[in-house]
Each structure stands twice: as C-alpha cells, then as structure tokens.
C-alpha cells in the first residue's frame, strides 16, 4: 500500500529540540520532491521546507531557515525534520508530503508541542 506515516513529535520546552520522521512505503522517495508542512490550532496548514532529490538545495520558509534542517535517508527511505530553538509557536501538527509522487499523499500528521 503506497503511504506515508508521520512519527516522532511530542511535548517539548521552549528551546528544545525535537526530531520527527516520515516514512515512505510502497515506493522509494529517493527520487522525488518531498515537503514538510505544518498546521498550527485555528490556522490553515503551512509550508515548512521543500526538498528536492538528486541534492539539490533545500529550500525553508523563513521562519525555519536556522532552526530546522530536514534531510532524507535513502537506505531507511525516510526523511526528517530536526527542530532545533523550538518556540511555542511552532506547535502545531507535523505532515509529510510526497509531493513528487503525488501532492495528495500525506502523512497523519504528528503532534508537536513547546510550552513556554
């Protein structure tokens, strides 16, 4: 079954670190455009960073650009997003999308929360 699942978030105090991971079944992500999204409470779901295959540059909305570095995995065919300096208003729910294989595929989202 093509998927995508979504894990690693939690609770997190302000300026902590969190690392959450997607991983691909059904077909390899090593070739794709893969994305990182999120959806704050009450807010519409956001880009968080973009990445190319064949290592091209990875491109982060600003308010990730220092903080957050996502990489992939080809041989585990995950990616991740390490959070590094995490405020209360990155909570929010974490999705992955396999936008290269088709921009509906998304992961269950996994809830990430910093208390201040």
């Known amino acids: 079954q093509v998927r995508v699942e979504d894990s690693g978030g939690g609770l997190v105090q302000d300026g902590g670190s969190l690392r959450v991971a997607c991983e691909a079944f059904g077909f390899s992500l090593r070739d794709i455009e893969m994305r990182w999204y999120r959806q704050a409470p009450g807010k519409g779901r956001e880009l968080v960073v973009r990445l190319p295959p064949y290592g091209q540059r990875l491109l982060y909305e600003s308010f990730a650009k220092g903080r957050f570095f996502a990489s992939r995995d080809n041989t585990r065919n995950t990616m991740f997003l390490q959070m590094n300096n995490l405020k209360p208003e990155d909570t929010a729910v974490y999705y992955c999308?396999?936008?290269?294989?088709?921009?509906?595929?998304w992961g269950q989202g996994t809830q990430v929360t910093v208390s201040s």
């Open positions: 999308n396999a936008w290269g294989y088709s921009q509906n595929l």
